[in-house]
């Protein structure tokens, strides 16, 4: 009998293994896909007739369909299944991927994003959701989670490396052919691995919430898009600001008095994920900004190539990767609240440094320091936030959570992009030397600054409230 229950446990031990890794590849290409489509642009405008507005769409096509429905397929996982929202997501994600990769007119491509976009608003949250339930311990949970944060985090440096590599010998298609074995694979693999979850009480989907939430989202995404295009006066971009504000006072209003609402009103006030999705807002702004704009530097400004650019980034993944490492022993040793703050200052210190670099600057001694340091403190900061954050889910809301946590990192970033790329190109206008590698570098060191701002200031909130939300039992010590 005791050699029976240790060989089933030994099987069950061993799919949740497997399942882990099929749900980190799974990410590793919606990441990847996302960051490699901002090193092709170049070609898929020559190859298709893009216009300079029109360019813009293949990136904010997907941010808008991603961060507007996630909260949306994060209670649609919760009440219809979250293995069946997950594998319908990829589903949709591997098919949009095709159309992408096949795409002969610019409307075509734009399309495809956005249908990308909807799939991994689905497969995301759903993965996240399905990780939490597969690893109940809070010690299992922090691995798992760093597990998986790091998967992401390499799929976010390699797709730059992967799409410079890609574009330059073959096509910008194959950036999106190569998501398909992926797709193919989850999809028959998965059912086998993790057993369908769900709500464990009845409940109906709040529609009119749905409605009212989702629309709030799109509305916030697009006019912040639109303000990084434009500028915040813009009436394309302060009208959806306005519209989104209307939304999300009538979302509340509705949700306080709905029987079975999309958001519990209980589920947004619970102090520790409260801290945390705060924490992670600010988090966001910074790291999504500085990704950008370094990117961009790198290319216009030191001079480097594409696949250069990519390629300079692998110590950047590498840094996170063991920084992912050291989390889960970080936040046994020192508890939850002491290692996230210890962890954004590390980011913000790293930050500081990335701003000091000169057009003159060599890759060794200028860019390589203030990227390793700031992507340790990254990595020991992402499995961290993301076990606060989901702090005290369970089998009702563990798809909402993950949601919750997504669109906070999606509308964070998407606040940073725009609002830290307008403070950097305001920098650069105003000096009297416009358009030099001066008044850029300044630029992008005054925008670099106030992201490590932004990080230091996510430190000082966890380090003042987060000790006063109290964790339910079994997380880590704060």
Known sequence: MTSVSTTAGADAVGR????????????FMLVLDDNAVSVALPSMRDDLGFGAAGLAWVVNAYFLAFGGLLLLFGRMADLLGRRRVFLTGVALFGAASLVCGLAQEPWQLVAGRFVQGTGSAMASPAALALIALLFPGSAERARAFGIWGGIAALGGTMGLVISGALTGLASWRWIFLINLPVALAAVVLLPRLVPESRAGRTARLDVPGAVLGTGALVALV???????????GDATAAGPLVLAVVLAVAFVTVEARAAEPLVPLSFLSFRFRAVANGATLLFSAAMYAMA?????HLQT?????????????LPYGAGILAGMWLSSRAVARLGMR?????????????????SGVAP??????????GMLVTSIGCGLSLPALTVAALTGTTEDNAGLGSAVLS?????????GVAVLVALATRRRDGLTVEGSQYAATEGFSFALVVAAVLVALGAAVIAALLGRARPPEGTPDV
């Open 16 to 27: 949740r293994g497997a399942a882990l890794v099929v749900l980190c590849f799974v990410q």
């Open 222 to 232: 697009y006019g912040l898009l639109r303000a990084g295009e434009s500028s915040w």
């Open 292 to 296: 950008f704009l370094l990117m961009v």
């Open 301 to 313: 400004v030191l001079g480097y190539r594409p696949l250069a650019a990519g390629l300079a980034y």
């Open 338 to 354: 002491p290692a996230l703050v210890m962890s954004f200052l590390i980011t913000a210190a790293g930050l500081l440094l990335l």
């Open 360 to 369: 003159d600057d060599g890759y060794a001694s200028g860019v390589l320091p």
């Open 407 to 415: 669109s906070v990192q999606q509308i964070g970033g998407a606040v």
